[in-house]
């Protein structure tokens, strides 16, 4: 088994080689000189400039709510960015990536009704659920390609996108790569019957020239759809990996940066974060993989005991639940388990969820919006997660294993988790927190909103 080390120098080679290929593309640009003034009339404006006016122009770089676009994109990013927010690449052209990764909610899901009850978002097909919350697709880029170190005896599974690390990697040599392959397929979600679906309404769609242009003449050939397919997800990844996804421009950010004072409130949530409350244990606050800021997971997973959230449109779902309300979400292990090689480490993984990126996890578009939380979208505050950090072994168990975070919140009770094997009780469940220590960490999770304007 490679170990992190390999992985890492895989995906730094995966960098390099798109870095190039980004020049290459703004070169050839100029050379075509379809779609940019390169040199022309307007004097020494940089290319990347006039590139970013000219997608402008075309209307795939529309001005994205939520996001501050200091730099311009490059034209991979860009033709990414076309990508995330194209809704014609769906089987009834009425949804894009963006639809459950809105940059406004954190990219994660902007329909209120929905977070509030069910969690779980609609297909392009009506009445099509999937059977998870859509966690944020930003800051996933910087997820290695999944693997295992051997702790203590154990199998420690780290990476790899989806919240149980099934986008591995190992065929696009980035995580979030492989992960883009998957929704335009997905029968729940995007539902497009093959590549070539994808690949040929791009092929003639408004940035079809934009696609030649980056990724090569021939690439929307109809012998070319493998090839092309894959181009389709670098081109999302290097829009997911950009400046205008990863933004890093949090008030926590500009704080480590020494441009900004946190409030005493904000100060002690911080410092229970890294302290009393452990959340850092498994969100850090170090440098990310490739020496990012840190990113506040550490592309772990780990079962947290999190209850089923009885809204689960999932459960009603019989052509693609048979199981009904028997159905758990096995995270981890169910998708170890698929895989000859890392079958033998399933058992100790089920009901084990990636461990999620907390940056933006306060971001909504007007204060009251409610978002929600956990892998199932159980929780409905951060103030509700962390109650359930602080008190999950303290309360007694609510007798019904379908109670709502509402009722049990009224009733004083948690219901039992979801899946009842490798719940972690090291480091959650009895926190001793005082209640405005919790209120305390809310408010250091809220300083963790990209686009913070300095005073
Ligand atoms: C119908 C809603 C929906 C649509 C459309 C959708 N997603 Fe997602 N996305 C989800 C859900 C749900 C998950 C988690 C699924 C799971 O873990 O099994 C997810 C997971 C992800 C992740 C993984 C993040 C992480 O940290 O592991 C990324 C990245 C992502 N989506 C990007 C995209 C891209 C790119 C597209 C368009 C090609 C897209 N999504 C379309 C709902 C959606
Ligand atoms: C042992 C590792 C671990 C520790 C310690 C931990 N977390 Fe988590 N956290 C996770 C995992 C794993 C999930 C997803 C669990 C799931 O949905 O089943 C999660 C989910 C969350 C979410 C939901 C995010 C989303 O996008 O849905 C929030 C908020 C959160 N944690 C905050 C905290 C805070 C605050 C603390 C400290 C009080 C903390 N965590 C401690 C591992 C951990």
Redesign the pocket.
Known sequence: MPGTKQHLTTATVFLRTFGTWAGAALGALCITGGLVACGGGAGDEPQAQAFSSDMRALGAAKKVKGVNEAQALTPTEALGKAIFFDKSLSFNGNQSCASCHDPAVGW?GPIESINTGGSVYEGSIPGRFGDR?P??SAYATSSPILHYTIDEGDALFIGGNF?DGRATGERLGNPAADQAQGPFLNPLEQALAMPADVVGKICAGEYAELFKTVWGAGMCNADRVAEAYDQVALSIAAYEGSSESNAYTSKYDYYLKGKVKLTKEEKLGLNM?KGK???S???VLGAGPNGEPPLLTDFT????G?PRNPDNPFYLNADFNPLGYDWVDM?LGKFLESRADYAPFAAANFG?????T?RN?DKRPHEGFVK?????GY?KS?WS??HF??TRDVKPTCADPFTREASALAMNCWPAPEVPENV?DE??GN?HLTAAQERA?VAF?RTLSDGYQLP
Do not use: R
Not at 301 to 304: I, K, P, R, V
């Open positions: 994660t919350k966690p944020s919240w974060f409350a452990k959340c244990q498994c969100h997973f780990d079962n947290l999190v995270g084990k969820q990636k461990v999620p907390l996890v929600a939380y956990g892998h199932n929780f951060l997660i962390v950090y602080n972690n480091e959650l926190l960490i999770m």
